[in-house]
């Protein structure tokens, strides 16, 4: 039974402070259609406070609300350096030039974020606390953390917060992805803690996108901010639970703990970061015990620390995957009813054990991941299918049907796609493999002419290329589906698919995000432009010694809790 | 002596000329660009146009070179282009560190392998002579990416005696940094053991055959002796030729065992700058990588000029 009490705080709060996205959750939790985890992940989103998320709870008759920030488990013991092994940065560790694993991971150290995709798919504040999108979710008001301080001292604030989201979008050779939702013009300050976001477009979930899954997106003083390419040079000045001390391009770096942070004194006095060539080395180093945490490895590189008392072995979920494009527009690969013959050869759950040795999940042809809140589950799973496949070939003519598979010398991608090649050879389908130099299979062909007409990795008939994990199918959709997609290696056009993206992307409410996922899904088995056939767990090992450490799907190494027995 | 040593260098700056412009020009049929090596592949173009413009990587390679080398005249050696930094300040410590490296792997591989080819050479067609032979050769068929791995397993991983990177500490002292040098030396000694000492022992086969050896022998001189004073002295000569191009090969190619003991020396930081087409770094590391080689293989000759006479005489005559 509630209390008048509680009552009347909802009430209060529905008729003063929520708008309508915020009553369409309410409504949406109290008439079923989500359950309480759902309902945490979008209330969290939608900026509502913990406190006011556990009163709706009990208002549905469900427990409190479950505390949205990390929170560190078992005894947690004071003091010692824990030693690091990363992937050695390729680029500058500047935020508006990252792109690489190691690079990202070294900045997510001492630099942070407005929002934090939590390894639930929880968008929880971060630097900033709270926030509130209009009725059409075109302009988003995000209220920023009190009190948190920079590794100099100064005292964060919206000043700071629109500097460095400047930098990222007005930026010409900036590669952060927040540019086709917002402009320099669209971000300003409307009070000294108050940052205000008028985006292109509506974007119902535009908290997650200014989360670590937009790795570039870090929060620097203003100072910083106005001089891109200063910030390893100025000692990356950021907001995070440790500061740098001394780096040294490519070998090594060293991080004290950050006294002032704002999330409570972590408990690690240091860090120690071990950059390493390749992950061979790093397995070896942490074997020996020259590392304590490495960040992410492969599944067969993490094998010998699965079940071994010594150390610990994580697996977490992503929806990071391998895109097996082929050509919708013109070639061999033209009828859908090909393409859908190829995707029906292949045994999804075999492939994932044999290459992935089972860490992953298998896909369904298309990117929504079933973590995403915004995925409609009901959505009928592919499975192998090769009688169904030859039917299909024969009546598409394409009985003998041969391609090129185009990919590069890169993780999984060769394994992979010689299983493609098997799987289809039982339909009588022959597939060659052109297996590339990342250099050559991400430039344009012949060097210097036009980009997106001739690079192999969006030109081929067949390509096999990795997309990273990320809180929400936006990017996927915008670039790789949508028939304006700068990434669309399939060359897919569908209006109607456009049309529900569209409607996707715009809207807040979740039962119109599904109802449209649900929809582009089916176009997609439909027409198949791109085989998803299996999505990647994060994978990583550490010492049995370190405590509490939660690994994070982008390659973020979060020490904040961290402990060492 | 001393014309001979001034008409090496000019010879020397002649070939680091054309090594640079064989570097620039070998660039222009590479595949990848600066820009999108830094952005990586899912940049726009548009980003990747703005930035090969910031870094002045669009311009022609001939326009770059010319750029480059105006500045190396004036004792710049040019600004990394993805780093953002001058190249000597990426080279020096590399250089340096590459330079500890060979000089542990010398004193280890050198007179271990000349000791074995001594050895094999003087007991010639026994056990001891094939043994060497075979393990020495097994040995360099290997690769060192499979002796280094295993060395590492056994000496780091089960025995726990040496580290496994060989990255030390900041502040290491010497002796800190011999130990962390120890296996990469060792894997490298494992590389070039079975060359050395192949070469050493046909000479040493050659030599103790020679009528000079006979002589000695029927002269009464003890083998000892004999092997001390004539034999080897003779022997050692082709030894210091193949030596003097190890070094040139131990400073500025060890990409593999560097990678592998995840070491910061001069080859894969080359190595990384072809990649990704950083062409003032790149020219920048094979130009110094190429004066250590003309400097080492400049200083054998000298050395063989004065262990041998013949070369001395002739050079007058």
């Known amino acids: ?565 | 002596m001393a014309r001979y040593i001034l008409k090496r260098i000019g010879l020397a700056l002649i070939t680091l000329v054309l090594l640079s412009m064989i570097v620039f020009a070998v660039s222009t049929i590479l595949p990848g660009n600066v820009g999108r090596s830094v952005l990586g592949p899912f940049a726009t173009q548009e980003s990747v146009d703005a930035l090969n413009e910031q870094l002045g990587a669009n311009r022609s390679v001939f326009v770059q070179y010319q750029d480059w080398a105006s500045g190396l005249v004036q004792g710049d050696l040019g600004t990394s282009l993805t780093k953002n930094v001058p190249a000597w300040d990426l080279l020096g410590p590399a250089l340096s560190n590459s330079f500890k490296l060979a000089i542990v792997a010398f004193l280890i591989c050198v007179p271990l392998s000349i000791l074995g080819g001594i050895i094999a050479g003087l007991r010639y067609g026994k056990a001891t002579d094939k043994s060497i032979t075979i393990a020495g050769l097994s040995f360099s068929a290997m690769p060192e990416f499979v002796t280094g791995i295993f060395l590492i397993l056994v000496f780091a991983v089960w025995l726990g005696w040496l580290p496994v990177t060989a990255q030390w500490e900041q502040g290491a002292g010497v002796a800190t940094q011999f130990k962390y040098l120890l296996l990469p030396a060792f894997t490298l000694t494992l590389v070039l053991f079975g060359y050395i000492a192949r070469i050493t022992r046909a000479s040493m086969i050659e030599a103790l055959d020679s009528d000079y050896a006979r002589t000695a022998h029927l002269k009464g001189l003890p083998a000892s002796v004999v092997v001390r004073r004539h034999v080897l002295r003779n022997a050692l000569l082709p030894t210091i030729a193949v030596v003097a191009v190890q070094i040139g090969y131990l400073v500025g190619g060890l990409v593999v065992v560097e990678v592998l003991f995840n070491y910061q020396g001069i080859g894969s930081l080359i190595y990384e700058a072809a990649r990704q087409k950083d062409l003032p770094l790149l020219t920048a590391g094979v130009l110094v990588v190429g004066i250590v080689y003309l400097t080492v293989t400049l200083v054998a000759d000298l050395l063989y000029a004065v262990l041998n006479p013949r070369i001395r005489f002739g050079s007058t005559e």
């Open chain 1, 1 to 565: 039974m509630l209390d008048r009490e509680t009552t009347r705080r909802i009430e209060q709060y529905r008729r003063n402070e929520a708008g309508p996205i915020e009553n369409n959750l309410i409504d949406e939790l109290v008439a079923g259609e989500m359950d309480r985890t759902e309902f945490l992940r979008r209330g969290a989103m939608f900026g509502l406070s913990a406190g006011m998320l556990g009163t709706l709870l009990a208002y549905v008759g469900e427990a409190g609300a479950a505390p949205l920030a990390q929170t560190s488990r078992g005894a947690v013991k004071a003091g010692g350096t824990i030693k690091v092994g990363l992937a050695a940065p390729a680029g500058p560790v500047e935020p508006y030039l990252l792109n690489d694993g190691g690079a990202l991971a070294f900045a997510g150290i001492p630099g942070e974020y407005l929002t934090f995709t939590n390894p639930q798919g929880v968008c929880v504040p971060w630097l900033a606390t709270s926030w509130k999108p209009n009725k059409d979710a075109t302009v988003w008001t995000f209220q920023l953390r009190k009190g948190v301080k920079f590794h100099n001292g100064q005292t964060m604030t919206s000043k700071d917060v629109v500097a460095s989201m400047k930098q990222y979008v007005g930026n010409k050779s900036s590669n952060a992805g927040l540019s086709p939702y917002f402009d320099a013009a669209g971000v300003s300050a409307a009070g000294p803690y108050t940052v205000v976001f008028k985006l292109k477009s509506a974007i119902g979930v535009f908290p997650y996108l200014l989360s670590q899954t937009t790795y570039q997106a870090i929060i620097q003083p203003a100072s910083f901010a106005a001089k891109p390419g200063e910030w390893v040079k100025g000692g990356m000045i950021g907001t995070g639970p440790f500061k740098l001390k001394d780096y040294q391009e490519k070998r090594s770096a060293q991080l004290v703990r950050n006294d002032a942070y704002w999330g409570g004194k972590p408990p690690l006095d240091g860090v120690n970061v071990t950059f390493f060539a390749i992950n061979s080395a790093l397995v070896l180093a942490l074997r020996a015990g020259q590392v304590d945490l490495a960040m992410q490895l492969s599944p067969q590189e993490a094998q010998p620390f699965k079940g071994n008392s010594k150390f610990t072995y994580y697996a977490l979920p992503t929806a990071a995957h391998r895109q097996f494009c082929m050509r919708s527009d013109e070639g061999v690969l033209k009828d859908p009813r090909v393409r859908r013959a190829i995707a029906l050869t292949i045994n999804r759950p075999q492939q994932l054990a044999k290459i992935m040795l089972g860490a992953g999940q298998v896909g369904n042809d298309n990117p929504f991941w079933r973590g995403f809140q915004s995925t409609d589950r009901s959505i009928k799973q592919r499975t192998q299918d090769v009688t169904l496949a030859k039917e299909l070939l024969k009546a598409a003519g394409a009985e003998n049907l041969k391609f090129t598979l185009t990919t590069w010398n890169f993780l999984d991608h060769a394994d992979h796609a010689a299983s493609i090649q098997a799987y289809a050879r039982d339909a009588g389908i022959t597939v060659n493999l052109e297996i590339m130099d990342g250099s050559k299979y991400y430039d344009s062909e012949p060097a210097g002419a036009d980009y997106a007409s001739t690079t192999p990795w969006l030109n081929r008939t067949a390509t096999l290329t990795e997309y990273g994990a990320r809180g929400v199918p936006n990017v996927y959709l915008t670039r790789c589906y949508m028939s304006t997609g700068d990434w669309n290696a399939s060359h897919y056009k569908n209006t109607e698919f456009d049309s529900l993206a569209k409607t996707y992307l715009g809207a807040p409410e979740l039962a119109a995000q599904r109802k449209a996922t649900k929809r582009m899904a089916g176009l997609l088995l439909r027409d198949t432009p791109v085989v998803t056939d299996y999505f990647i767990s994060y994978v990583t090992a550490s010492s049995s010694k370190v405590k509490n450490y939660v690994p994070e799907g982008i390659s973020h190494v979060r020490l904040a809790k961290v402990s060492l027995a």
